[in-house]
């Protein structure tokens, strides 16, 4: 039987999986579509109606300024995919290229890398995040940096982990024996080989990711107003929560389903192609 | 056993060295200068100059950087810009509150999740190894600031059963007591989930293992076998990790101090943000690098002391 189609009816099996990507699904097309399914306009205001709970109307109700929570969570979804989309992917090329550098080049190098890998893995992302912010001002742009710079060491150490294992095997022996150069090694016959388990890890590195962003943005240091982001809804949210405790809920549910989402989808993946991965985690 | 642990105080010197670095270039080097950057645009070019003399900002970066430095080794940080209160002093003012929070949250987080993580591993793939993964993922798929907040609205306003904000009346442990509760239940419970499944995992690897084999065929009771045995080394990756995941905590007891409004590290940085005191930022930022260096040193040292396997091969 083909491989891939063993591996689709696997994942279909999988009910976790499934209800993952339907999830997954849900982010995305919210996010893209969010114009055409916004009720109304997320930055109308409408001051007599604000602070509503739940109505025919405003399905889960207003912010402070009578703002349409249920729109405004809808383009959040949209800050949140653009984080995502773009945090995860150049954190994973850059992850890549020096974990396999670190992998295949000489030692020193290779301890060099690491050291910077743990010691950016290990510090508190919050601290370094508003020691930064604190500097250059709140913005989308600064997030984006934060985000790519934590996430790199998940990446160049699995890349690195593959690359060790794989860079005395016969293939490549063979390969070096023909003169071909580092690169060649790396980019043509390495890079296949390690690419997988690292996808992995994105689709479940995605949540990490919206989370960061989202708790920056609460704390004030992320996207700025009259922007709608999870965060900020959440934080305009804790400030009247006394008054309602309708934006705080409305909030924070898309970070909870986006987060399961993505670790389900994740975690089924990893089971259906590379169940060695199961060990680390 | 000497050899690893000089390695490891050494690469605990690199990384401080190397969070010092960081801070102070990014202190530094950003674009705009550091003197309107601290005071404004309003001060007066004598409190300019002043304020650039003091902080030595005219020496080169280099000289700068090796005072800063040296005085960050005689555990001199600085001084806060506005009241000129040592740095050191209001960090260490605040650890304390940091700490407890931190450990308590651990605390209970390994309590219910270690034997959570048992209760899975032993009969796997049964209706409760289910039910127990799920809940698991649940509490993981919260982010902590998340917890925070819903429990501040749930049990703090709606239902009125804990004190919002504060850590309570200095000298009256009940009153902090109670108000240590929601800021470590928040900060402790997406660590249950991580916790069970570690154990879970580890404690699957290990039943399998020759001398917990051995163990069942001495015929030993099964709760020797699985508490005295196989627990015992299943635990010993859940020490690791959280001696990783230090930081991780840490961002945790951020969200939760700010939301909380409980005194503590975090909220000191958060505040001196605010109000751009970059001194006592950066003061505050070395501190908790030092002490993520020693926590994951203590992790490691206990994992080899545990560890019969690890510490041989040290």
Redesign the interface.
Known sequence: MNPWREKLQLFMRNGKGMFGLVLVLIFFASALFAPQLAPHDPFQLNIPARNSGPTIDYFVGTDQLGRDTFSRVLYGGRVALKIAAIGVSVSLLIGLVLGMIAGYGPRWLDNALLLFFDTVRSFPTIVMALAVVALTGPSLGMVMVIVIITSIPGYGRLARTSTLALRNADFITAEQSLGAGPVRVLAGHILPNVIGPLLILAAMDVPVVVTIEAGLSFLGLGVLPPTPSWGSILNEGYMVIRDTPWPVVAGGIPLVLTTLGFTFLGEALRDVFDPRLRKGY | MLAYLIKRLL?GV??VF??LL??FC??HL?PGDPVS?ALGTRATPEIQAQYAEKMHLNDPLIIQFLIFAGQALTGDLGRDVFSNRAVSVMVFEQLPYTAILALSSITWAILVGIPLGCLSAIRPNSLLDRILGLIS??T????S??VS??A??LFA??LRWLPVIGAGEIGDPLDQAAHLILPSFAVGLGWVGYIA?LVR?SML?VMNENYVRAAWAFGLKSNTVIYRYALKVAVLPTITMIG?G???L??GT??AE??FARPGI?KL??D??MS?N?PV??G??MV??AM?VIT?LVADLMVAWLDPRVRESL
Do not use: K, N
């Not at chain 2, 993981?140 to 982010?143: F, H, N, Q, S, V």
């Open positions: 690469l690199v990384i190397a969070a960081t801070v990014l202190l950003m950057i993922v649940g993981i798929a919260i982010p600031f998340l907040i819903w501040l609205l306003i709606t499944r995992a690897e990783i230090f930081g991780h840490l961002s951020v969200f700010i939301i975090g940085i958060f001196m943000v751009r970059f930022v950066q505050a930022v908790t690098a993520y994951t």
